[in-house]
């Protein structure tokens, strides 16, 4: 290969690097991601509100698994579960992780109390619900049931609410706790009038994130229902079982996306709309 | 109990703290009358920022032999006790509440009942020329406005002693000589004593009664605005109140005021001596300013000198000139009389002409 033919060589693979097609590939790329991501949801809902769900098909379209899941009261159990212990542990999730997250900004060196806080995010759900199983049954000899469920439950969504009212803590000016201490405030009024407020819209996206993760749990609950069930294990069972349920399941499942969704959308619309505005 | 008129409104002594195995402040001592505009200037590190959180309460000192305000130890009293207040550096203002709620939060704390303190708070707010933003929220604040309720903040529930931080440091070069006459007028309204915190002897020299110019956690040197910036003691507190010239030497002779000082080169000239301890024979600094320099006839009593160069700086001329004693940094109006004329013997008055110990630094 002569030294010109070698330039030229060089020369085209610039241009396909420089190449307009890779802008255009990761534009369609994203599409396709999302579609991947919403279409499912979109049929979900679509079989939902359709006659004979099962086909695959949407349509000619019904409400009458709607009506049949307000008829069975077979769900209402597992759903009250699932409610209450998300309640638990996002209230309890919140309260935590205010009194750690306020503590973390006035550490010396917080990386590695911070790392082992967080690496319950990356350990596998079966290592953990099969490790509190353990624990729970052969250790401590407890029965297990919504409080080994709840448990296991807020050890997974500690970390998510930990880290969200880091967001908030690590950008409190904590020259306004000098200044409501110098204005005479106590340090509960401090708290109370200066600090909370201000830490406000983490905390509570802390407890909205900590209730939906609970609330959407299933590895960890399989370990550690017992024989309880949860909202998710319920249709995950019933959904198995090939049974003349399932139809409403979809409605189910529809109607717990349309809680989520929202929720979530509060949570970061108070984390990054609201707290901007502060 | 001593006569309350004369009792200082704040009184510390030998305070000393250490963060760490870092000294912030070694026996430190300063005391305000009421009504009293004081200064405590100095570079950063200098511990004028701790003196002023020890005084709040922020800060819990290694150790203080007596702290007082308004006649009250006040030692082991919390910061939320004590009878002073603090404008902060960055403002702190409460970015949920809105202007007058800041205002009024001191009030609130103290049980005032809600009309009253909306009453005062307005009334604070009108002090610095804010009430027609009392409703505002803090984030549609200028700099110069959150400063404003920074300080009605800080005065509305009428502490003895306001504490400033460096409170001028963030906004322009002219909102910030605006904001010094105005500081000077609410002071002297108010009657309140003041303790500020600078870094710039030229805030130092504008509104205060009294300066104390720290280094290194000590007191350098304190006294009238015009002590310090006229009557230096030490090389360092010279430079820092902006001398540009100094000269080392000998001291030869002394009477009462004044001494003679032998130059490098050999050239004796006179100046005012500022501590009265200085004896003949001691390594002394001969300071002066640029602007106190100039132009006078051969055989009069200063310094022969070529000039070496001239950069013109708009208001004024700097120039160089090289003298046996060194090189001399001159600066003339422009426009003065005399700007034009070339330099052949430079000289000055013998009060201009400063006489300190050569501490070596």
Same mark, same amino acid.
């Given at each position: 290969m002569t030294d010109a033919t070698a330039a030229h060589a060089a020369h085209t693979r610039r241009e396909i690097s420089y190449s307009p097609a890779w802008k255009a590939l990761g534009k369609w790329a994203g599409y396709l991601m999302l579609a991947l991501i919403y279409f499912p949801l979109l049929w979900l809902v679509l079989l939902s509100i359709s006659r004979d769900p099962l086909s695959g098909i949407p349509g000619p379209f019904s409400l009458q698994h709607y009506r049949a899941l307000f008829a069975s009261d077979a769900w209402h159990m597992p759903m009250l579960a699932s409610v209450v212990i998300g309640l638990i542990v996002g209230l309890i999730s919140a309260v935590t992780a205010t009194i750690i997250g306020r503590a973390v900004p006035t550490m010396k060196r917080p990386g590695q109390v911070l790392l082992m806080f967080v690496l319950p995010l990356f350990v596998p759900g079966m290592s953990m619900g099969a490790a509190l199983f353990i624990f729970g049954r052969s250790v401590l000899g407890l029965d297990l049931g919504f409080w080994s469920i709840a448990v296991g439950h807020y050890v997974w969504a500690f970390p998510y609410a930990l880290l969200i009212v880091l967001v908030v803590t690590l950008r409190f000016d904590r020259t306004l706790i000098e200044a409501g201490r110098d204005l005479g405030a106590s340090d509960w009024q401090v708290f109370r009038d200066i600090e909370f407020p201000i830490l406000m819209p983490g905390i509570v996206s802390a407890g909205l994130f900590g209730f939906l993760m609970s609330f959407n749990e299933v590895m960890r609950t =399989?370990? $550690?229902?017992?024989?309880?069930?949860?909202?998710? &294990?319920?249709?995950?069972?019933?959904?198995?079982?090939?049974?003349?349920?399932?139809?409403?399941?979809?409605?189910?499942?529809?109607? =717990?996306? $349309?809680?989520?969704?929202?929720?979530?959308?509060? &949570?970061?619309?108070?984390?990054?709309?609201r707290l901007n505005r502060t | 109990m001593t006569d309350p008129t004369t009792e200082p409104m704040l009184e510390v002594t030998d305070v000393v703290h250490k963060y760490g195995t870092v000294t912030a402040l070694s026996n430190v001592s300063l005391s305000a009358q009421k009504g009293e505009f004081l200064t405590i200037l100095g570079s950063s590190g200098s511990g004028k920022t701790t003196m002023l959180r020890v005084i709040s309460g922020l800060e819990t000192p290694y150790s203080v032999k007596r702290l007082r305000i308004g006649g009250e130890d006040v030692t082991d009293v919390p910061?939320?006790?004590?009878?002073?207040?603090?404008?902060?550096?960055?403002?702190?203002?409460?970015?949920?509440?809105?202007?007058?709620?800041?205002?009024?939060?001191?009030?609130?704390?103290?049980?005032?009942?809600?009309?009253?303190?909306?009453?005062?708070?307005r009334r604070a707010l009108a002090m610095v020329q804010l009430e027609a933003k009392a409703d505002r929220s803090i984030r549609q604040l200028s700099g110069g406005e959150r400063q404003r309720v920074a300080l009605a903040r800080a005065v509305v529930t009428r502490p003895l002693v306001l504490l400033l931080d460096e409170p001028l440091g963030a906004l322009d070069e002219r909102l910030r000589q605006d904001m010094q006459l105005e500081l000077m007028e609410l002071q002297r309204k108010l009657d309140m004593t003041f303790v500020y915190i600078t870094h710039s002897q030229e805030e130092a020299l504008t509104m205060s009664d009294r300066v104390v110019l720290m280094r290194h956690g000590k007191i350098e040197q304190s006294g009238r605005p015009l002590d310090l910036f006229d009557r230096p003691q030490t090389r360092f507190a010279a430079d820092f109140m902006g001398y540009e010239n100094i000269l080392p030497g000998r001291l030869i002779e002394r009477d009462a005021t004044l001494g003679l000082v032998e130059l490098a080169g050999g050239t004796r000239v006179r100046g005012t001596l500022t501590n009265a301890a200085l004896q003949t024979g001691d390594a002394v600094n001969l300071a002066l300013r640029a602007e106190r320099i100039g132009a006078v006839a051969a055989g009069a009593e200063g310094l022969d000198g070529t000039l070496s160069s001239k950069v013109y700086r708009g208001k004024y001329t700097d120039m160089l000139v090289e003298t046996p004693a060194g090189q001399l940094r001159l600066r003339s109006w422009h426009g003065a009389p005399g700007e034009t004329e070339t330099l052949h013997r430079l000289g000055w008055k013998v009060e201009d002409a400063v006489i300190f110990a050569a501490d070596g630094t």
């Open positions: =399989i370990f $550690l229902r017992g024989t309880d069930e949860t909202m998710p &294990v319920w249709n995950w069972i019933q959904a198995a079982a090939q049974q003349s349920q399932v139809p409403i399941i979809f409605s189910l499942s529809s109607i =717990i996306l $349309l809680i989520t969704l929202p929720l979530l959308s509060a &949570v970061f619309w108070l984390l990054f709309v | 910061a939320a006790k004590r009878r002073c207040t603090t404008v902060f550096q960055n403002y702190a203002l409460f970015p949920h509440m809105s202007v007058l709620e800041n205002v009024a939060y001191g009030l609130r704390i103290r049980k005032v009942n809600a009309t009253d303190a909306a009453a005062q708070a």
